[in-house]
């Protein structure tokens, strides 16, 4: 009797050991189900793929670049914002003036950016020349600021961490360009100044040398702009944060952007000037995107 | 016999012009020559005139499309110019945006030489397309003062910024005598109309309800004090957004007292200024003074920047009354 019990016992608990194998079996094929190449996982390599140690840091300075932490003081410059509003209250429309400006920022200061990329090394001319074409007083001291700005930024902190591979060529033109501009700037004469460091052309220039593609460096700087007029309506109270952010994610800005960078592509800086724009005549626009 | 007439030069719309001083210290003409469209006229010179006056003309008083116009102008050591038009260049309409009317000026200005451009403003009619490209190359004692305008074409044909495109330079050089000419400024206004841009309306839009644009550039000893002049007055303008706190009391009181000549006159300008819709600013760059100026209608801007030369009187001393006739 209770041998055929002992017998009954010991037979379920066989019974209870195959179905909890049973489940566990299941389990195993249900994560294996959740991770597919479970098998690959020894193939991955422990460090992140390192292609090129250009491309990787290009990446890592067009982030630093873009960042509105990048200590340029862009926020203290309404771009005409407040003069705009000044004088066109109550009928004033900041996605008209966005617009504007955009466009008169990218056929002015782009091509400047645009030309110091593709040749760094004219870098004092390019500098001259846009000092001879800026006629506002504002705006001067704008790009002045901004540009000495991004010049101790490069002097200071960018420069110790050059990407390999940089020509040694343009970081030579960009330390004469900064001793021209020290020289320049000690000498208290009426006479008008070898190098003024506008923001355009050293934004260019650095970029270049960070290895930035031109592409990348057209779209930081003039994003950068946006940004900088975004903040100046928030604080002006036009709208709020999350406004500003939605006018800076929408597609339209992202379109006008786009088209000005599309237009002043092939823009000579003799060409460069106040335009009330919207497309140039065709053989200056032909795009290379 | 002589023939009466300068010579002519040979390509079509050019012309040359070169001014110098006389042995009994008066400039006058050692050159001019012009070839259609381009027409020259300079009146028989007094002895007392304070400048060589020549007219810019235009057979029909315009460029039709597709003109060329190119004008080499020397001013030589000491001597003075003052170049006018009889009225408005009108700029007609062009076949095809592909039809440039252009228009260039080339100036040297010698040492101690001085150059007043002060013509009417430029009339770009509906569908015409317009470039212009001024450089002056002055030498460190020489003076230079242009005025360069334009209007939103024939508004009382309902004209409104239609042109095609109009396209403005204007360089100034400095020259030196063994270092290489440096730019100094170089002012690009880029005018696109509705055809070429696509969207409806959007240069009238941009242009915020002015009908006359205008930029003058003045540069060197002669015109020093008219730059002072206008610095000024841009710097005593009321602030954006200022407003008068003065109650009405305090006002009545003050509208007693006895004003300067100055201070009764700037005050009359700015109420002008407003009724008349004014908008302008002044800035140095680089050793020249630039003034931009816009207004509601294009009388009104011509009325405005009369004033300021009237009041200031240097270019009227220096050049002579005909020198400003523009603006008279």
């Known amino acids: ?289 | 016999m002589a023939s009466p007439f300068p010579p002519s030069s040979s390509a079509p719309g050019e012309g040359c012009l070169v001014a110098e001083l006389t042995p009994q210290k008066t400039s006058a003409l050692s050159t001019m020559t012009f070839q259609y469209p381009l027409k020259l006229i300079s009146p028989s010179p007094s002895a007392n005139q304070k400048s060589v006056l020549v007219f810019l003309l235009t057979y029909g008083g315009g460029l039709v499309g597709g003109d060329q116009v190119h004008l080499t102008i020397t001013v030589k050591s000491l001597s003075k110019v003052s170049i006018v038009t009889q009225g408005h260049t009108k700029i007609f309409k062009c076949p095809s945006p592909d039809v440039t009317t252009r228009q260039t000026l080339h100036v040297t200005i010698q040492d101690g030489a001085a150059l007043c451009l002060l013509p009417d403003p430029v009339q770009p009619f509906g569908g015409s397309v317009y470039e212009q490209s001024q450089k002056f190359i002055v030498s460190e004692t020489g003076s230079l003062c242009l005025l360069d305008w334009v209007s939103a074409g024939r508004t009382a044909r309902g004209e409104d910024w239609d042109f095609c495109k109009w396209n403005g330079r204007n360089e100034v050089w400095s020259s030196g005598e063994e270092t290489k000419p440096r730019l100094l400024l170089r002012d690009n206004v880029l005018l696109d109309g509705d055809a070429l841009s696509g969207s409806k309306k959007y240069l009238k839009k941009k242009m915020h309800g002015l009908d006359l644009f205008g930029t003058l550039v003045l540069r060197g000893p002669l015109v020093a004090s008219l730059s002072a002049f206008f610095l000024d007055e841009f710097s005593a303008l009321p602030r954006i957004g200022a407003r008068d706190f003065r109650s009405q009391d305090t006002k009545d009181k003050d509208s007693i007292l006895v004003l300067s000549h100055q201070e009764q006159w700037r005050k009359d300008r700015l109420s002008q200024e407003a009724t008349d819709r004014i908008l302008w600013s002044a800035a140095k760059v680089r050793g020249c003074t630039v003034v931009k100026f816009g207004a509601h209608t294009v009388e009104a801007g011509r009325t405005w920047i009369g004033n300021m030369l009237k009041e200031e009187g240097s270019i009227a001393a220096s050049f002579g009354g005909d020198a400003i006739m523009c603006v008279r």
């Open chain 1, 1 to 289: 009797m209770s041998l055929k019990a002992d017998c009954a016992e010991s037979q379920s608990i066989c019974d209870e050991i195959a179905l909890l194998e049973k489940r566990l079996k299941v389990a195993k094929d249900r994560l294996s189900g959740l991770r597919p190449n479970s098998d690959a996982i020894s193939t991955i390599p422990r460090i992140l793929p390192n292609n090129g140690s250009l491309a990787a840091s290009s990446r890592h300075f067009l982030l630093l670049l873009s960042d509105s932490a990048l200590p340029l003081g862009s926020f203290a410059f309404s771009s005409g914002l407040e003069s705009y509003l000044a004088h066109s209250r109550p009928n004033s429309s900041f996605p008209t003036f966005l617009e504007f400006s955009l466009a008169s920022y990218a056929s002015t200061t782009l091509p400047f950016v645009l030309a110091a990329h593709r040749n760094p090394i004219g870098l004092v001319e390019l500098d001259d020349t846009l000092d001879a074409a800026i006629m506002c007083t504002v705006g001067r001291r704008a790009s002045v600021a901004q540009g000495r700005a991004l010049l101790s930024i490069w002097d200071r902190s960018f420069s110790a961490a050059l990407p390999g591979g940089t020509s040694t060529a343009t970081v030579e033109a960009l330390k004469g360009f900064t001793l021209l501009l020290r020289s320049t700037s000690s000498v208290a004469s009426s006479d008008i100044p070898l190098a003024s460091a506008h923001l355009a052309p050293l934004f260019g220039a650095i970029a270049c040398i960070l290895g930035m593609s031109l592409e990348q460096t057209a779209y930081v700087f003039m994003l950068s702009h946006v940004k900088a007029l975004l903040s100046a309506a928030v604080r002006a109270s036009i709208f709020g944060p999350y406004h500003a952010q939605k006018v800076l994610a929408s597609v339209e800005v992202q379109e006008e952007i786009r088209k000005a960078i599309e237009r002043e592509w092939n823009t000579k800086t003799e060409n460069a000037g106040q335009t009330d724009d919207d497309e140039r005549s065709p053989e200056q626009s032909s795009a290379h995107f």
